[in-house]
C-alpha cells in the first residue's frame, strides 16, 4: 500500500493487519448446516467502504445483498425449527395421553385381577409422563386437536 502512495495516516486508521483466519474459506460454502454459523463475522476488508468513497459499488451491493440472504436463510431455518419443536412437544404430551387412555381401556377389559393391576400401573405410569410433560412444557408447546 505503501507503494502505491497511501499516505501513513490511511495506513495506521484504514488498513489493519489480515490475519490468517480471515483468509480461511467461507465454511458456509463447504459445511451450510453447521453449528455456530450466526456468530460469524466478516472480516474488517469486506466491510470495509472504500476509503469513506459513498459512491455506489455494484459488486459490494451484491456481496451484502448474497450475505444477507444467507443471514435470511439461518433465521428462516431457526423459525421453522422452533415451531417444529413447538410442535413436537403437544405431540409428546399427547402421544402419553393416547398411550395412558389405552392402558385405561385394557383395564377395563381385564378379566383377571393380575391383568388388571398391571393395567392400572400402566395407566399411572403414562398419566405421570403426560402430567410432567406438560408440566415441563408449560406455555411452550403448541398442541393441535
Known amino acids: 500500500m505503501q507503494r502505491l502512495g ?15 483466519n480471515q483468509l480461511t474459506v467461507n465454511q458456509e460454502v463447504t459445511e451450510e448446516n453447521r453449528h455456530g454459523q450466526g456468530s460469524d463475522r466478516l472480516a474488517w476488508f469486506w466491510r470495509f467502504n ?9 459488486w459490494m451491493d451484491e456481496f451484502y445483498r448474497v450475505n ?14 422452533l415451531s417444529l419443536v413447538k410442535h413436537e412437544m403437544g405431540w409428546t404430551v399427547s402421544w402419553f395421553r393416547n398411550k395412558k387412555d389405552e392402558w385405561d381401556r385394557r383395564y377395563h377389559q381385564a378379566t383377571k385381577p393380575g391383568h ?3 393395567a392400572q400401573r400402566q395407566v399411572l405410569l ?4 403426560e402430567l410432567d410433560a406438560q408440566n415441563a412444557f408449560k ?6 386437536n
Do not use: S
Not at 497511501?6 to 490468517?20: A, F
Not at 403414562?126 to 409422563?129: G, K, N, S, T
Open 6 to 20: 497511501v499516505d501513513e495516516e490511511t495506513l495506521t486508521n484504514v488498513y489493519q493487519e489480515i490475519q490468517p
Open 50 to 58: 472504500n476509503c469513506g468513497n459513498t459512491h455506489e459499488d455494484p
Open 126 to 129: 403414562w398419566e405421570r409422563f
Open 139 to 144: 406455555d411452550k408447546m403448541i398442541i393441535v
Open 116 to 118: 388388571q393391576a398391571y
Open 68 to 81: 444477507w440472504l444467507k443471514a435470511k436463510a439461518r433465521w428462516q431455518r431457526w423459525d421453522e425449527e
